[in-house]
């Protein structure tokens, strides 16, 4: 019995070092209205995986980056150098698509407000489940920033 307890509490302290714990989670809970619109339901359920798979992601990258935040660029050898513009320029793509993905779901959600068959209650709770939602991008923006500023030598855009 003993050894079935160890065994246990080994298991369970395993997945708990793998369980990212300090990975912010959007949990919005739906209003009535919501949940009996399953069009709008769907739309805000998949604008909050979005967002949380952004939030997933961002704390993947920035572990990825750690040790990279304060080492002398020109003195890392060629590779790391390219490893580091490499993380960096996956992190600003992370959040370009991330960005595109969220203009189709304003445009959606445009078209949505636009429809005058979906009740004004309807469109009343899906604006505040979409602002619950910008809010929470915008933290992780705060937070986390759209760029690693890892590369000290960045291309410049064209």
């Known amino acids: 019995m003993k050894k079935i307890i160890l065994f246990v509490m080994m298991v369970a302290g395993l997945i708990s070092c793998n369980t990212p714990s300090n990975v912010p989670q959007l949990d919005l809970t739906m209003s009535k209205a ?31 980056a750690k040790e990279f935040t304060d080492v002398d660029f020109d003195s890392l050898a060629p590779s790391r150098q390219e490893e580091l513009v490499r993380i960096d320029y996956q992190y600003v793509e992370m959040w370009y698509n991330y960005n595109v993905k969220h203009t189709s779901q304003t ?28 809010v929470f ?6 937070t986390y920033g759209e760029d690693l500023k ?3 030598y960045p291309a410049p855009v064209q």
């Open 34 to 64: 919501l949940k009996d619109n399953t069009e709008l339901k769907e739309f805000v359920r998949g604008a909050m995986e979005s967002a949380n798979t952004l939030a997933r992601e961002c704390v993947k990258m920035h572990a990825k």
């Open 107 to 134: 445009v959606q959600l445009m078209e949505y407000i636009k429809d005058t068959s979906i009740p004004q209650e309807e469109i009343a709770e899906l604006g505040k489940a979409m602002a619950a939602i910008n």
């Open 150 to 152: 890892l590369d000290p």
């Open 137 to 142: 991008i915008q933290e992780l923006k705060d």
